[in-house]
């Protein structure tokens, strides 16, 4: 129940600051407009929308999210100069490769895919149960365990724990 | 800052110029969604420049109305003009 | 002080967006010019939007700036990822440069 109490807490917080961005002040009846239309939101979206509960289909902290935040840019700037030696030197092999996951929940699969793209150099094609699809620019190697290890090591550590 | 914003309207000219001579369909379709992010940089930086905050809400609209056009055009392509 | 910290940042997102354009008019196939142009884009973007925060210092403004760059984030992977899936379910090849 306490889990639950504060999964709800952290989306309607969010919600509140973006309405508190839109509005550009802090009064009291901004703060309270705020919370109960992110109230009405949510639930309004579970009922007509999703037909389900947002507790249990995805799992959300927002903390464990800003410090994968500074990973993901750590690891798209280290690879933007790695490419850019690449377009200058043009010694490049494209080719699709296919890797391997061990992540259980959808959701961490979900943000996987989307850090793999994101980093420039390599671009998720398809995500058929634990196997990924990757289109990859310059691919040293065609084995699974190789080249999973080389694109996604930082990432999947991270999301494992 | 100034400068900053003409080079910025230089490089969006140059990937203009991709939609036009892109040979397959989704050549264009990339040189669209550079031209976009492009676009949505320039209002950022304009706002900036001149001050205004109200121009931050078109940048927000315009991310999300971008978006949907994309992705609902490289899925009309996808099936072949089938809806 | 600040003014001049926030140039160099946005000199920074220049320079990445630069190489982007170089990368999308040097190659011949169209499997390689999209790995090279969104991406590296969007790392010029983000460097670009971090000066417009630090020079507008912390207030309003930048706080709708930082969730410009969280919507970005979140919704530029997907239009990648939406061309290239609809390039190779429609039989695209891969050719070698």
């Known amino acids: 129940m306490n889990n639950k109490a504060f999964f709800y807490g952290q989306f309607y917080l969010l919600m509140t600051l973006f309405w508190i961005a839109l509005f550009e002040n802090v009064h009291l009846m901004t703060l309270i407009t705020g919370l109960i239309f992110s109230v009405l939101v949510i639930f309004f979206t579970e009922k007509y929308l999703l037909k389900d509960d947002f507790y249990q289909i995805i799992d959300f902290n927002a903390f464990k999210l800003l410090i994968y935040f500074f990973i993901l840019l750590y690891e798209i700037y280290a690879n933007a100069f790695v490419t850019i030696h690449q377009i200058i030197t043009l010694q490049i092999n494209p080719d699709i490769v296919e890797i391997h996951t061990d992540l259980k929940s959808n959701t961490q699969k979900c943000i996987l895919a989307n850090s793999i793209t994101l980093t420039p150099g390599t671009v998720t094609i398809d995500l058929e149960g634990h196997t990924l699809k990757v289109l990859w620019l310059n691919a040293k190697s065609k084995n699974t365990v190789i080249a999973g290890n080389m694109i996604k090591g930082r990432f999947e550590r991270f999301l494992n724990r | ?83 | 002080m600040r003014e001049i910290i926030a140039l160099i940042f946005m000199s920074g997102g220049l320079f990445f967006i630069g190489f982007g354009i170089l990368g999308l008019y040097r190659f011949k196939n169209f499997y390689t010019r999209i790995l090279i142009g969104s991406n590296v884009d969007t790392a010029g973007f983000i460097l670009l939007l971090a000066g417009v925060i630090i020079r507008h210092g912390f207030s309003f403004f930048s706080l709708k700036v930082c969730f410009i760059i969280f919507l970005v984030l979140i919704v530029n992977p997907l239009i990648t990822h939406a061309i290239t899936r609809s390039a190779y379910n429609s039989g695209f090849k891969i050719k070698k440069e």
Request: proline share 1%; net charge positive; charged share 10%.
């Open chain 2, 1 to 83: 800052m100034l400068t900053i914003i003409i080079l910025l309207i230089l490089l969006l000219t140059l990937s203009l110029l991709r939609i036009l001579l892109g040979p397959s369909l989704w050549d264009r379709l990339l040189g669209l969604n550079m031209v976009a992010s492009k676009l949505l940089a320039l209002i950022v930086l304009y706002a900036s420049y001149k001050g205004i905050s109200m121009y931050l809400d078109l940048a927000i609209v315009y991310a999300l109305l971008g978006f949907v056009g994309i992705i609902f055009l490289s899925i009309y392509v996808q099936r072949k003009g089938r809806f």
